[in-house]
Each structure stands twice: as C-alpha cells, then as structure tokens.
C-alpha cells in the first residue's frame, strides 16, 4: 500500500465517521466499555503485582507500579480476561455494560483460540492502537481492529 492510497483510505474512514452517527456511538461505547475493562484490570494487576512482588518491595509497596513490570504484567492479564470472558460470555464485562458482543463473522460461537487472536494487541497499549489503526484503514467493515479481521470477528 503505497502513501496516496493510505491516505485517501484514511479519508474514507474519516468520512464514514462523519456521516454515520451509528458507527460513532459503536465506538463510543467500545471506548467506554474498554475504559471500564481497564479500571478493573488495573486494580487486579495492582493487587497481584503486590501480593507476588511483596518480599521485593520492603518499604516500596508502590514499587510494583514500575515502567517494567506494570504494563507486561496488566498486558498478559488483560490478553487472559479478554480471552477468557469473551470466548465463555461473547463479551468482557465492559462490553456487557455496554450491550456489545463478540461474534464470529459466521454468527457461530467464538472459539477461545479466535478469541486469544483478537485480543492479542492488547500485550501493550501502542499493539492496540495499532490495531485499531490498521483496523479501519484496512477493513471494509469498520466496526473491526485488524485482528477482529484476521480472527474473522467483528463487535456489535
């Protein structure tokens, strides 16, 4: 793909947003649900990062927030909340909130192993973004990440 063709592309996707208030509120509510997912993810990294790293942070109980072990360890927690929830419910529980749901392209229930694909940008936030990035720019169905595109999922 070559710079003209990214950039008209991102135009496309540009406009769609400006043109479809249904296509705003998804995001939206997938924003909202995430930031929910992600209150409860930080608190549980938290918590567990200072049960388990306790005997290494004697008189640092915030030392487990360091740059290094924090996002890693929220990281793989996250790909397994994600994972887990989504594959078991179709939704994490932000998305329940928000009355989304995982589905296959198929409309057949999502696998654990499609559910893993999807969800495995979320390691770290810059996977994430560009996965929604790359997502939009590359996906005729803009309700879609680019790993919603390689698991054929989608979020409605």
Do not use: C
Not at 21 to 29: A, N, T
Request: net charge neutral.
């Amino acid at each position: 793909m070559n710079v003209e063709n990214v950039e008209t592309q991102v135009e496309t996707v540009v406009q769609s947003f400006q043109k479809d208030p249904r296509l705003q509120d998804h995001w939206i509510k997938r924003l909202v649900a995430y930031i929910i997912d992600s209150i409860i993810l930080y608190v549980v990294t938290g918590i567990l990062l200072m049960i388990v790293l306790f005997p290494f942070n004697i008189g640092n109980p915030l030392g487990v927030f360091n740059m290094l072990s924090f996002p890693f360890a929220s990281g793989l927690i996250s790909i397994i909340y994600f994972t887990i929830l989504e594959s078991a419910n179709g939704a994490s529980f932000g998305k329940g909130v928000m009355n989304l749901k995982v589905i296959t392209k198929g409309k057949e229930k999502l696998t654990i192993e499609k559910a893993f694909i999807r969800n495995i940008s979320k390691l770290h936030p810059v996977l994430l973004l560009l996965d929604l990035v790359g997502g939009l720019i590359t996906s005729t169905d803009l309700h879609q990440k680019y790993s919603d595109k390689i698991a054929n999922t989608t979020v409605e």
